[in-house]
């Protein structure tokens, strides 16, 4: 018999307000965690025409769970 732990992850992807809000932080903060590599961040793909470094990020919060459960000793798999 195998023990499971289910997550529920509020969403796969959240803005950094919305990420600063859940984590009763200071966007500034999540910026700063951003740009020090401790979030990882998902980039939409954009157009020929703009500019990567314009396009909105956001916090990735299904490889933010992996990161987790990697660090727990936990195996990280998506349900189907």
Known sequence: ????LI???PAPILT???YAK????KV????????NGRLPVYTPPC??????ARVKKYINMVA????AAKAANLE???GS
């Open 7 to 9: 997550l529920s992850i």
């Open 1 to 4: 018999m195998s023990n499971q």
């Open 28 to 35: 500034k903060d999540v910026v700063n965690a951003v740009a």
């Open 16 to 18: 950094y307000d919305e």
């Open 22 to 25: 859940l984590q009763g932080q």
């Open 64 to 67: 933010l769970y992996a990161e």
């Open 47 to 52: 157009g020929p025409h703009e500019n990567p």
């Open 76 to 78: 990280f798999g998506l």
